[in-house]
């Protein structure tokens, strides 16, 4: 039998849920660090393993609490700063679209100039994200239909 | 959009912290909302209504465009 929740109740399990992410990444991320540490003195390989482990732990232990957690994780005013985040990154990605790959794709095609292999690397990736927000937008449309 | 949050939750005697735990959300979202600088969803607007126990109007007057003319 599930339990009522109550307002309170909800930002109570909202914290614990928390706490328990933010342990598990922190856990991950230091033992990764550490292990890395150990590895630069004693330069075994099984260090290096060992922290990858701990690190993909930490990452179950978030998902785990991601999944398991009774309540959004997130309150609604949360969500909103999240939203306008979202919405300023998408703006800065998108005209770097707009902008970079038709002016990198002259300016390499003419031989004009050529950008580094990272900036390149970054705009044809951003271009895939934009990909990716039209996909995910069209599953999530069909899912208010 | 115009609010009486503030107004409700010192009469009550209450924190920030307290009213947002009573009615499910962070102390930051309260203090947004009572600053205007967030309008809360439907369902918050309802919670706080009932927790004041008064209506939604007593609550927050909205500043909106003529509707129906």
Not at chain 1, 28 to 38: H, L, N, S
Not at chain 1, 66 to 79: I, R, T
Not at chain 1, 116 to 134: K, N, S
């Amino acid at each position: 039998m599930s339990e009522e929740l109550t307002a309170s109740t909800r930002v109570e399990k909202r914290r614990w849920y928390r706490t328990w992410i933010h342990r598990s990444v922190g856990v991950g991320c230091i033992g990764f660090f550490f292990a890395t540490a150990v590895w630069m003195f004693t330069e075994d390989p099984l260090a290096l393993y060992a922290g990858l482990g701990v690190y993909w732990l930490g990452c179950l232990g978030m998902g785990l609490g991601y999944w398991a957690s009774p309540v959004s994780l997130s309150d609604e005013f949360e969500k909103q700063l999240q939203w306008d985040a979202t919405q300023l990154s998408s703006t800065v990605i998108v005209v770097a679209v707009i902008v970079g790959i038709p002016a990198d794709t002259v300016l390499s095609v003419t031989g004009t100039y050529t950008a580094p292999a990272a900036i390149r690397g970054a705009i044809w990736g951003y271009l895939l994200l934009v990909l990716l927000f039209g996909a995910s937008h069209w599953y999530v449309k069909r899912t208010y239909e | 959009m115009n609010n009486e949050i503030t107004t409700y939750r010192e009469h009550e005697g209450l924190s920030q912290g307290e009213l947002a735990e009573s009615v499910g959300v962070s102390r930051q979202t309260v203090n947004a909302i009572e600053r205007d600088r967030y309008d809360p969803s439907l369902e918050l607007a309802f919670k706080l209504a009932v927790y004041f126990d008064c209506r939604i109007e007593d609550l927050f007057q909205p500043d909106i465009e003529p509707v129906g003319e």
